[in-house]
């Protein structure tokens, strides 16, 4: 019988197990994801910030470059356009222009034309006493455009000017962007990682979820394939088990359902063909009584015309003699099968004695000759040379090996070969009669020694199964081989007498 599943090899036990690791693996992706991304935001912010604290700082050392080159150029009679067409001075890259103005707004140096600024708009000096550090941010039309300027006061020996400085157009501000945007990008990537794992761990559970499903709904299936053959009455299979937990439990209580359906079946059969073989038994023994008395008066009538009627012309005493000898071959047969039908099922009541089987063979060989020789069989006898005795009953054992041998014969009506070989085999002597016949079918084989089956149109079939219950009160067996068109072998089988003796004595001894 099934035993109990521990609960880490059951369907619950496992499918428990498969959940927990499920849900430990995603907190751990999870958690491993988060601090890769985090990590990452941390690594991109902390560059991005970089870049715009060198851009500010980038930017204050030009306004520091700018403003050196206005107040080192105040006491310059060459203004800052000469020298930067000759080349003298640059520049710094984030500023556009630098303009020296007095406090009436009137410039005195710049880098554009000499021409092109004359005045510009400066703040009042008041608000150089309220800021006197901080430039003063403020706006003025150039080339028809506003552009932002810083304005940073500068005291010198002839008095108040200011130090216009223009910066180009995004020069910082471009920078700050630029990163904002590489931040949102990087942004808008994590978070597609992000998306991208949490899409990989739904594929990831819909794939073990299926696997689980067919793991174990597979099984399932083929129970159900089972119990409809079961119901179709098809009990010569079992389920595979290959699992140890509960579904493996069903298929093993599954399969010892059926054997128990198959073992209630062949009890069945058994019980149906004894209540058969019984029924036909009590028939047929009852008709046999009734037959042999009349068998038995019609030989003894033939016995008597015989003698008393025969013809004086020889040719004719001899044709009436054939005739009635038909007659009473015929009368001897019915009278075999009644003795078939009577003697089956009853105690053997054996009278052992040691016989030759060798001389036993090549006797009832002897009283089947003049049958083989009318069919045109050729028979023929081998044996080993050695002692061949038995324990047996010679009547009995005599009259099985006449059935073979009367079996055989009619498995030949056209004429074959019939060849008995006689030997010693392991302590049994082993008689093996083959003809070439027209052969028994496999379906056949297996029931030619069941009690009232016979192949033959004529006959009880009780001879083979008689002669099976013979030969195994003898503690021997009978096999057979056959195939179609190519003949049978019989292999009788019989323990020999001097290992029947050791036995007993050994029985004996014990």
């Known amino acids: 019988m099934a035993q109990d599943v521990k609960f880490y090899m059951s369907f619950r036990g496992q499918l428990m197990l498969i959940l927990i690791g499920f849900v430990l693996l995603t907190i751990v992706l999870v958690v491993a994801l988060d601090s890769w991304a985090a990590n990452r935001a941390d690594e991109e912010v902390a560059k991005q910030s970089n870049q715009v604290k060198d851009a500010v700082n980038d930017g204050f050392t030009d306004f520091e470059l700018a403003l050196g ?64 550090i901080d430039p003063v941010e403020s706006e003025m039309q150039l080339h028809g455009e506003p552009v932002r300027t810083y304005n940073f006061p500068f005291m010198s020996s002839r008095g108040l000017y200011w130090i216009i400085i223009v910066t180009k157009p995004q020069s910082i501000t471009s920078q700050i962007d630029t990163a904002s945007k590489n931040l949102a990008a990087k942004s808008a990537q994590l978070s597609n990682v992000r998306l991208l794992a949490t899409a990989g761990l739904l594929i990831l559970a819909l794939g073990i979820a299926v696997v689980i499903g067919w793991r174990f709904t597979r099984p399932v299936g083929v129970l159900a394939a089972a119990a409809r053959q079961v119901a179709a009455g098809h009990l010569n299979f079992r389920v595979p088990v290959t699992r140890r937990d509960e579904i493996g439990q069903l298929a093993t209580t599954f399969n010892e359902m059926i054997e128990g359906l198959e073992s209630k079946r062949e009890l069945e059969e058994r019980l149906n063909q004894t209540e058969r073989a019984a029924v036909i038994g009590r028939i047929t023994q009852a008709v046999a009584h009734e037959i042999r008395n009349p068998l038995n008066v019609i030989n003894l009538s033939i016995d008597h015309v015989s003698n008393k009627y025969a013809p004086e012309d020889e040719s004719k005493r ?107 085999v392991n302590g049994h002597v082993e008689v093996a009669i083959t003809d070439s016949g027209s052969g028994i079918s496999e379906d056949a084989l297996t029931k030619i020694f069941e009690p009232y089956y016979s192949t033959k149109q004529s006959g009880f079939g009780l001879g083979l199964a008689v002669t099976k219950w013979i030969i195994e009160q003898h503690r021997g067996s009978i096999e057979v081989n056959s195939k179609l068109n190519q003949g049978t072998t019989f292999v009788v089988r019989l323990p020999s007498a001097e290992s029947t003796v050791d036995a007993t004595v050994t029985a004996a001894q014990r």
Do not use: W
């Not at 009368?331 to 075999?336: A, T």
């Open 318 to 424: 001899a044709q009436l003699n054939r005739m009635l000898g038909s007659i009473k071959d015929e009368i001897s047969r019915l009278n075999r099968m009644l003795s078939d039908l009577l003697n089956y099922g009853r105690p053997a009541g054996l009278a052992f004695e040691t016989v030759n089987l060798r001389d036993l063979v090549k006797e009832t060989l002897s009283l089947i000759k003049p049958q083989a020789d009318e069919q045109h069989v050729q028979m023929k006898l081998e044996t080993d040379g050695s002692s061949a005795e038995v324990l047996a009953d010679r009547e009995r054992l005599k009259s099985c090996l006449s059935n073979i041998a009367i079996n055989a014969l009619q498995a030949m009506p056209a004429g074959g070969s019939l060849q008995t070989h006689v030997q010693t």
């Open 69 to 132: 080159m206005a107040i080192h150029n105040l006491a310059s009679d060459t203004t800052l356009y000469r020298q930067i067409e000759a080349g003298e001075i640059k520049i710094p890259d984030t500023i556009q222009h630098i303009i020296v103005a007095d406090k009436y707004g009137n410039v005195s140096d710049s880098t554009l034309g000499e021409q092109e600024v004359r005045t510009v708009t400066v703040p009042e000096e008041e608000d150089v006493k309220a800021t006197p």
